[in-house]
């Protein structure tokens, strides 16, 4: 028994030994993997690739073991789309246009983009995108008709279902989501959050059946303010970041944090770096005590769970996502950037 007990408690020193290990980010580096006139906003990791899409119709890949950059433009009649919303299951990539006329692409038999969905409409404009699994997906936008848009698809893509009015909590006037990173749908499991410009998020618990709302205290009382992007580090834990992209250098009730799954949001950092930021991300493997925030005020870091933050680079960029945990990949305006954090 005595034994016993002696390899137990090393055991509990080599696991604690393991986490204090790992020590905070002092820097980043920057290294540029593709530049051209374009605005990039969505991107997303598949395999051993970046994909990405972009304004001006253009979408491609980049391999991330050689840096092989492959691009294509589409173009629908004499249009061509601005891609802000991508995702991908383990067979497909989609990329999803933000105005009038909403354009849904998926990959196609013949290694062609093929047109699943469109909606036209004055007020259509579409934000963001991603898959529960491989056979269901969602994507929303702002409101039309009184309630937020949402299109959900059960068949891989093949076909996507506008929810009715009816099934939603009611909307308010105006309220939409931010074009702004392709992280303003959170998923975790079955449960699905939606940010809003509101400063509200639509929650479901059962991948897009039922909804109901859930409020933060992000400041939301402009059109440009509300939340701009969102990220869960398990069903429980999440952050959100918001902020007014016309008075960037405001830090007033521009970021949350819920331990709860999203029943309760607490300010923090108030009055403290970072100001407004378009994307924000957890750092894998950090025990949901390291983020990331990024926008084009630069790129800032905390690893006290939000509390205090200490920016790393003035770079700009538009949204992010983590290779590992200390590798990521960054896009925005004319680029898309590997970031080496240390």
């Known amino acids: 028994m005595r034994i016993r007990l002696v390899i137990i408690l090393l055991l509990c020193l080599v696991s604690c030994s393991e986490k204090e290990t790992r020590t905070p980010f002092s820097s980043v580096t920057v290294s540029n993997l593709y530049q051209d006139s374009i605005s990039v906003r969505a991107i997303e990791i598949m395999g051993n690739s970046l994909a990405f899409a972009a304004n001006k119709g253009v979408f491609g890949t980049v391999d991330l073991g050689n840096g092989?950059?492959?691009?294509?433009?589409?173009?629908?009649?004499?249009?061509?789309?601005?891609?802000?919303?991508?995702?991908?299951?383990?067979?497909?990539?989609?990329?999803?246009s933000v105005s009038n006329p909403a354009l849904l692409y998926k990959t196609g038999g013949n290694g062609k983009m093929?047109?699943?969905?469109?909606?036209?409409?004055?007020?259509?404009?579409?934000?963001?995108?991603?898959?529960w699994n491989d056979l269901e997906g969602i994507a929303i936008g702002d409101s039309v008709d009184g309630c937020l848009s949402i299109i959900?698809?059960?068949d891989g893509g093949e076909s996507w279902e506008k929810l009715s009015?009816?099934?939603?909590?009611?909307?308010?006037?105006?309220?939409?989501?931010?074009?702004?990173?392709?992280?303003?749908?959170?998923?975790?499991?079955?449960?699905?959050?939606?940010a809003t410009t509101a400063g509200r998020i639509y929650f479901?618990?059962?991948?897009?059946k039922t909804w109901n709302i859930q409020t933060t205290p992000i400041a939301a009382e402009e059109p440009t303010q509300g939340i701009y992007s969102m990220d869960f580090y398990n069903e429980k834990l999440g952050i959100a970041f918001g902020g007014d992209y016309t008075q960037p250098e405001g830090n007033q009730a521009n970021k949350a944090i819920t331990f709860d799954g999203?029943?309760?949001?607490?300010?923090?950092?108030?009055?403290?770096?970072?100001p407004y930021k378009s994307c924000v991300q957890f750092v894998p493997n950090s025990d949901g005590t390291e983020m990331v925030a990024l926008g084009f005020t630069g790129i800032s870091y905390t690893s006290d769970q939000g509390e205090h933050w200490k920016k790393l680079s003035n770079e700009e960029f538009y949204t992010?996502?983590?290779?590992?945990?200390?590798?990521?990949y960054a896009a925005g305006k004319n680029r898309i950037a590997k970031l080496v954090f240390k």
């Open 262 to 274: 999203g029943k309760t949001w607490e300010l923090i950092a108030i009055g403290e770096e970072p």
């Open 204 to 208: 479901s618990p059962d991948k897009g």
């Open 320 to 328: 992010l996502r983590f290779l590992n945990d200390s590798v990521a």
């Open 114 to 131: 093929e047109l699943t969905y469109r909606e036209e409409g004055a007020s259509v404009f579409y934000d963001a995108m991603q898959f």
């Open 68 to 96: 092989k950059v492959r691009t294509n433009v589409m173009q629908e009649d004499s249009l061509l789309p601005e891609f802000r919303a991508i995702a991908h299951t383990t067979t497909d990539f989609f990329m999803l």
């Open 152 to 154: 959900i698809t059960r």
């Open 165 to 194: 009015c009816d099934l939603l909590p009611k909307g308010i006037e105006g309220e939409g989501a931010f074009a702004a990173s392709n992280t303003n749908i959170a998923i975790w499991g079955d449960t699905t959050w939606i």
